[in-house]
């Protein structure tokens, strides 16, 4: 079974910073690995989505990275800002024939930025 | 504007007392999905559908059901609901199977308690 695992639980930064989030997975037989953002209360937006055969995403001030020998993917943001503020959150899709849809998430990444 | 809706957004239940929270979603995606979010387990697949009357089941489908009657409605059905249901429930659909990277596209979420 595939472990999603998240390191960092929580981050506290001041604005400005640039700052690093871990994600690994014990199986490296992943099609792909998309990161989330969650807002307290509310649900996930996806931020970035790797394919298994690419190495990296960007967006703006992310960019997310894919090692999928290592089972390791980084999520990278640039000048942090408080509006960052959120927990984000990896997952990897798996499977094939009937279990084609199988998603595992990690349980996220708490980040503060403060001002 | 394109979107995933569920229903209710809050609810407060009895054990035994059979209830279903409602998903749709406007966007024609053929792959549906549900999730429970809970604190320091982060978020497990429940049951997921790669298409209209295709059903299939995720981590943790005991206690729940399922059907997918239309492309747009996916209803999760708890017949028999206990405490250890209570839990953040989100749904979620893509365009295609993730596994062939579309990305997901999450509701606001139900929070359900079962006293």
């Known amino acids: 079974k595939q472990e999603v695992t998240q390191i960092p639980a929580a981050l506290s930064v001041p604005e400005g910073e640039n700052l690093v989030l871990n994600c690994s997975f014990t199986d490296s037989a992943i099609y792909n690995l998309q990161w989330f953002r969650q807002d307290p209360g509310k649900g996930l937006t996806s931020l970035l989505l790797?394919?298994?055969?690419?190495r990296e995403q960007t967006s703006g001030r992310l960019n997310a990275s894919l090692d999928k020998s290592s089972g390791r993917s980084t999520l990278y943001i640039a000048a942090s800002q408080p509006g960052d503020s959120a927990t984000y959150l990896c997952a990897v899709a798996v499977g094939r024939g009937s279990t084609l849809g199988r998603l595992y998430f990690g349980r996220g990444t708490q980040l503060t930025v403060w001002p | 504007e394109a979107q995933v809706t569920q229903n209710p957004r809050y609810l407060i239940t009895v054990t035994g007392k059979k209830l279903t929270v409602t998903c749709s979603q406007n966007?024609?995606?053929?792959?549906m999905s549900w999730y429970r979010q809970d604190p320091g387990l982060g978020l497990r697949q429940i049951y997921y559908s790669m298409n209209v009357e295709v059903t299939d089941k995720g981590d943790v489908p005991e206690g729940y059901k399922v059907s997918r009657k239309e492309k747009r409605n996916f209803p999760l059905i708890l017949e028999s609901p206990s405490p250890n249901q209570t839990s953040l429930y989100f749904c979620?659909?893509?365009?295609?199977?993730?596994?062939?990277?579309?990305?997901?596209?999450f509701g606001p979420g139900t929070r359900l308690t079962v006293t």
């Open positions: 790797i394919q298994s055969s690419q």
């Open positions: 979620a659909s893509s365009l295609k199977v993730p596994v062939l990277s579309y990305e997901q596209y």
């Open positions: 966007m024609n995606h053929e792959y």
